[in-house]
């Protein structure tokens, strides 16, 4: 279920936290979002929960079909294969910003970061580590210091989620943090060009591991059970 949020939350309160269970793999794509059960698990009005839903449909987390109702977007392999070009253009720029930025303050904080990644890996928290492979590349959007850029990863981010959601992945979670790693001793040694090459071939293992000869619904009738 969605996570808490401090007593009187805005839509933007709500929006958050509903985004933050579809990265956290808790909301699975398909799963009806209704209204009346939003409104009673975070004590507001149905209008307040529509104005969160309408700003997570704007972000493609959500899709709004009439006489419907709400539901987690469901991205096709097309849809998803776009995704992952488009990251892979911005992150390429983001490396490099990153790389010219970075501080030792920076690295510092990337490095508890990575800590956290390996607790979570080897603790097996299925749900930590996704939100925590996920927020890595934020990090390095924040640090690069451009805002434009960190909210369109941080949608991209929360779209991939979905998508690896919809067509699992068999991939070894831990690459992908051993890849986090070799990247940032590139950066760490001030080395833009291989840094450039690690996330790009990142993005691309990532995007290889995804099995788009079949899709799933997840376990959405059990979330949608509990959100009735």
Do not use: W
Request: overall charge neutral.
């Amino acid at each position: 279920m969605p996570q808490e949020v401090h007593t009187d939350p805005s839509a933007d309160d709500i929006a958050k936290a509903i985004a933050a269970a579809i990265v956290a793999h808790k909301l699975p794509p398909g799963t009806r979002l209704r209204e009346e059960a939003l409104g009673r698990v975070y004590k507001v009005s149905r209008t307040k929960v529509r104005a969160a839903l309408l700003m997570l449909s704007k972000d493609k987390l959500i899709q709004i079909v009439p006489d419907k109702g709400a539901f987690v977007s469901e991205p096709d392999a097309n849809e998803a294969r776009e995704v992952y070009a488009v990251r892979r253009i911005l992150e390429a720029a983001m490396a490099r910003e990153f790389v010219a930025r970075a501080r030792p303050a920076d690295y510092r904080r990337i490095d508890a970061h990575l800590a956290a990644e390996r607790r979570a890996l080897e603790g097996g928290d299925v749900q930590a580590r996704n939100q925590l492979l996920g927020h890595f590349h934020i990090l390095l959007a924040e640090v690069a210091g451009n805002s434009v850029l960190t909210g369109m990863l941080r949608e991209l981010s929360a779209r991939s989620a979905v998508i690896t959601m919809l067509y699992q992945s068999s991939r070894d979670a831990s690459c992908s943090s051993r890849e986090h790693h070799a990247f940032i001793e590139a950066a760490r040694a001030g080395d833009a060009e291989r840094a450039c090459a690690l996330m790009d071939a990142h993005l691309d293992h990532v995007q290889a591991s995804l099995d788009f000869t079949q899709g799933g619904r997840g376990d959405s009738d059990l979330v949608s059970a509990l959100l009735r």
